[in-house]
């Protein structure tokens, strides 16, 4: 092998790559526990969303994303729905630094999937015979930093508590 050649070999195996194999739903529920006589309350419920997310290294540079989302609607104290999605995707993620890689998988990949959750559960909703629901988006990019700050912030506390 040339010189140029054995240049070359690194700078390609270090190369970004990112590519979706695949999305799907890995998981999906809906109840609604107090029907049919939720249907004759008024309709104005208070909603709440949970997000959750999480990442397994499938093969070297494999990964699958899940990301959960739970949307609960409640009218008084009696639960209108409940609605949980797990949107999952398979991606190819390779030549990033070990941060970088943790942003794609915390952040980046969390944005391709939510738009798929965020529809799978309006269509839940209202195939629940409830009116429909636009889910509003999430800064998957502030919810990382905010997540990666914390974690940073523990891992000093630790570090000073075992220093004393």
Request: charged share 20%.
């Amino acid at each position: 092998m040339s010189e140029a050649e054995a240049k070359k070999e690194p700078a390609a195996s270090s190369e970004k790559q990112f590519v979706i194999q695949k999305i799907y739903v890995r998981d999906i529920s809906f109840e609604t526990p107090n029907s049919p006589h939720i249907f004759q309350e008024k309709w104005e419920p208070e909603t709440n969303m949970q997000l959750g997310n999480k990442a397994v290294v499938l093969a070297e540079g494999v990964h699958e994303v899940i990301l959960s989302v739970t949307v609960t609607a409640k009218i008084g104290d009696k639960t209108a729905y409940l609605a949980e999605v797990q949107q999952s995707g398979i991606f190819n993620i390779s030549g990033y630094a070990p941060d970088d890689l943790a942003a794609m998988v915390g952040s980046y990949c969390p944005n391709i999937l939510f738009p798929f959750a965020r529809e799978t559960i309006a269509d839940l909703v209202t195939r629940g015979g409830f009116p429909q629901l636009l889910l509003s988006p999430v800064n998957f990019d502030a919810l990382y930093h905010e997540y990666a700050q914390q974690q940073k912030r523990q891992q000093e506390g630790g570090e000073s508590e075992v220093q004393h």
